[in-house]
């Protein structure tokens, strides 16, 4: 009962820290407000589970899992590299290359707009169940089948932004630039691309946690003896719960940072945008 008291006493105290923080102008409560937010999360978590001893094959402690996190991070490292590096990154960024090129001829072909668009929108409905396996039988079991199945599932969401985007700019714009005889390349760079860049970068961004989830599900389904879908697979197997959510945490930390360093991208790119203003 301690266990629970305690983890109770902390929430409480917690709650009202954050309620005075965020009422305040504290500089850096943007930054301490989430963080005693998710380390009252980790507390209630490690009391509940001492407290009512909850099997570790069910749920294990915090604590448990990041001291089998940094006892394992060689094998959590060779797993990062195997299906972020290798599996995620590659296929994202054939996906989104080529989702933002064939946009741009979708958009100049009326065309391939009638005919591509129907054919993207089919595959982004693939389950990715049943695609996997095709594409490990196709590829092979290494890094390259996990690419993929990456491509796939992050190429239509791309596909449209960009395709919306480029279509975007009033017709105003689009009079002046014909007004000072631009050309469709000249249009195309100097007021269509940038204008469509808020819409670029929503797609991105959707694809940073669709590449990340497409990775690990595919190596469900085939992979050599390495990737964070094939340790999470085998550890539940041999109920190492504290590994699974040690890979879990890797995941999380990865799929944030991966989607915070994009919205980087797109504040510096967008600067001029009035959602990037203040």
Not at 96 to 118: E, H, K, M, N, Y
Not at 133 to 144: K, Q, R
Not at 158 to 165: A, F
Not at 202 to 217: E, R
Request: glycine share 10%.
């Amino acid at each position: 009962m301690s266990w629970i008291l305690g983890s109770l006493i902390f929430w409480a105290v917690a709650i009202v820290l954050n309620i005075r923080l965020s009422r305040s102008d504290v500089a850096g409560k943007g930054v301490a407000v989430p963080v005693i937010f998710g380390l009252t999360i980790l507390v209630l978590w490690e009391g509940m589970v001492r407290g009512f001893e909850v099997s570790p094959v069910l749920l294990p402690p915090p604590s448990a899992i990041f001291t089998t996190f940094f006892a394992k991070m060689d094998v959590l490292w060779v797993d990062l590299v195997q299906t972020f590096f290798k599996g995620a990154l590659t296929g994202y960024v054939i996906g989104c290359g080529s989702a933002i090129l064939i946009a741009i001829a979708v958009d100049r072909s009326p065309f391939l707009q009638r005919g591509l668009l129907p054919v993207g929108n089919f595959i982004a409905a693939l389950p990715i169940v049943g695609l996997a396996p095709i594409m490990v039988m196709w590829f092979g079991f290494d890094w390259h089948s996990k690419a993929a199945v990456v491509v796939a599932m992050v190429f239509f969401p791309v596909l449209v932004n960009t395709v919306q985007g480029l279509q975007a700019t009033d017709a105003m714009s689009r009079d002046l630039m014909r007004t000072y005889a631009t050309g469709y390349s000249g249009t195309l760079m100097k007021l269509r691309l940038p204008a469509a860049m808020p819409f670029i970068f929503n797609g991105l961004k959707i694809a940073t946690t669709l590449a990340l989830i497409g990775a690990i599900v595919a190596e469900f389904f085939g992979s050599p003896i390495k990737g964070m879908g094939f340790r999470i697979s085998t550890e539940v197997g041999r109920l190492s719960l504290d590994m699974v959510w040690a890979e879990i945490v890797v995941a999380a930390i990865l799929g944030s940072g991966f989607y915070g360093l994009v919205a980087l991208l797109e504040k510096r790119m967008t600067f001029w945008h009035p959602s990037q203003r203040g």
